[in-house]
């Protein structure tokens, strides 16, 4: 019986690491985006162009993340899932990263790096569908760069050519990563189409999956994403690209999309998914405009980070401390906290508890959701 117990307790864990592993390489293969047999931008064609940067990397090449897209003097817009941590799925620290401007080869050119104020990712962002796969990034100072105005929400993509642009790999199977900004033009093609072709008949999905996750394979096209390429693939956004723009020509380039996920790189029968941004109009105009005040910034500093944490905690218990001095010790009228008449050791119990859980609510509701 022992003996059984151990085997079950190595299947289990078999079961499990095998879950686990699978999950993360397919994720990694199928969700991550992933541009392939495209062409060298020309410099300073797209001024707007942006970079997410790791901020300890002083090489600007080695230090790539993401791609992204300023929208304002103090704003760039990226995929959401390059600003969360893979494995909490927590935001990452504003000091984690930087934001690149005004650069085109990314071993010659230094362009301007600039800190990071905010981090704001769609709330609605799912990690498992890749919905509402879009974030916003405040910059600690304004910048002097052109900015890409977002596309028209009544305009018709569909049969439109699209330009992607990043530094992601070139080749579907490759792991170099070019210096130079990458083009590639594409058609954007219906969801419909799209739909039907991550939704054909594929090879049976593992059975410990569907059991182990509860969660049966199903790659829907959202009204928040668009899809652009050839049936037959070739041309295709690919790893290192995600987070960067999709254009399309409305009397000047206008940001319609952002590099999202796909089914690995230029796969034919399949094609590449991006964020439509028409989508989120609202979501950026009401940041972008400091329509939003965040309850989370507890400091007033305009952002929303452990400062705040580390402040609010100290004053709760601050003003707990100063409750017990001036009103519960001294036996005063103020120290009689649960009305009763008299000042006892439960007026201590009450306030404290209170004062705790009007700490933890303001965690929850405005401090971790805001993070």
């Known amino acids: 019986m ?30 991550t985006p992933r541009i392939v047999d495209g062409n060298d931008a020309r410099p300073g064609e797209y001024p707007w ?17 993401c791609g992204a897209a300023l929208i304002s003097s103090k704003w760039v817009v990226t995929a959401a899932h390059c600003v969360k941590d893979e494995w909490t799925g927590r935001n990452i620290s504003t000091s984690d990263i930087e934001v690149v401007l005004g650069i085109h080869d990314l071993k010659n050119d230094t362009g301007e790096r600039v800190g990071v104020r905010r981090i704001i ?69 219906s969801n419909q189409v799209c739909n039907d072709a991550y939704n054909q ?43 960067g723009p999709l254009v399309v020509w ?40 400091g329509e939003v005040s965040y309850c989370g910034d507890f400091n007033g500093d305009g952002a929303v980070n452990r400062d705040d944490f580390n402040e609010k905690y100290r004053d709760t218990w601050k003003e707990l401390y100063r409750w017990i001095l001036d009103c519960w010790i001294s036996k005063d009228e103020c120290g009689d906290y649960t009305d009763n008449g008299k000042v006892n050791f439960y007026d201590w119990i009450e306030k404290s508890n209170d004062m705790n859980q009007e700490l933890d609510d303001w965690i929850q509701n405005c401090w971790e959701p805001e993070l």
């Open 2 to 31: 022992r003996m059984m117990a151990i085997m079950m307790v190595v299947l289990l864990a078999i079961v499990t690491g095998m879950a686990y592993a699978d999950t993360t390489a397919g994720e990694e293969s199928r969700k």
């Open 49 to 65: 162009m942006a970079l997410l940067v790791d901020a300890d990397e002083p090489d600007i090449y080695y230090a790539h993340l």
């Open 121 to 189: 990712p769609h709330p609605d962002y799912d990690s498992w569908t890749m919905d509402s796969d879009i974030a916003l990034v405040e910059l600690e100072k304004d910048v002097l760069c052109e900015t890409l105005p977002l596309v028209s929400y009544n305009i018709s993509l569909e049969g439109q050519e699209s330009a992607i642009l990043g530094w992601g790999v070139t080749e579907a199977d490759g792991s170099e990563y070019p210096d130079v900004l990458q083009e590639v033009f594409l058609p954007v093609v």
């Open 201 to 243: 008949k594929k090879e049976p999905y593992h059975w410990w999956m569907n059991w182990w996750f509860d969660h049966e394979e199903s790659d829907e096209i959202t009204d928040n994403m668009l899809c652009a390429g050839y049936a037959d693939g070739g041309k295709d956004s690919c790893t290192g690209d995600s987070g």
């Open 250 to 289: 409305e009397e000047g380039w206008k940001l319609a999309g952002i590099t999202s996920w796909g089914e690995g790189c230029s796969v034919p029968g399949y094609y590449g998914v991006y964020t439509r941004v028409s989508e989120f109009e609202e979501f950026i105009d009401k940041h972008i405009s």
